[in-house]
Nanobody, 122 residues
Framework: QVQLVESGGGSVQAGGSLRLSCTASLVTSTHSMAWFRQAPGKEREGLASIYRGDVGTDYADSVKGRFTISRDDAKNTVYLQMNSLKPDDTAMYYC????????????????WGQGTQVTVSS
């Protein structure tokens, strides 16, 4: 059974930074990996993806220039560095993976973690 375990969430003031980690039981080098978030009453939003073979990344406009996705395939771990956080970034953050996933649509990804909460106060 594939497991994705997120960590690194917490509470931070606006303008601060957090780094989320997602450790996977699958081989991340053969999967595209992505981060999503969902705030109460809102749809799940794709934030960033990084593709197998390190062929590139995609970012949502809402986080471009502030968030950076990276991976360490030796540790089967993907990261999301979040800078210049805003109260609107408050949400549950999820890690996702898929062997041939492309883009930031949730349906493209097969495996999901349980999420880690990020709260940004003004």
């Amino acid at each position: 059974q594939v497991q994705l375990v997120e960590s690194g969430g917490g509470s931070v003031q606006a303008g601060g930074s957090l780094r989320l980690s997602c450790t996977a039981s699958l081989v991340t080098s053969t999967h595209s990996m992505a981060w999503f978030r969902q705030a109460p009453g809102k749809e799940r939003e794709g934030l960033a993806s990084i593709y197998r073979g390190d062929v590139g990344t995609d970012y949502a406009d809402s986080v471009k220039g502030r968030f950076t996705i990276s991976r360490d395939d030796a540790k089967n771990t993907v990261y999301l560095q979040m800078n210049s956080l805003k109260p609107d970034d408050t949400a549950m953050y999820y890690c996702a993976a898929g062997p041939w996933s492309v883009g930031l649509g949730a349906r493209a990804y097969t495996y999901w973690g349980q999420g880690t909460q990020v709260t940004v106060s003004s």
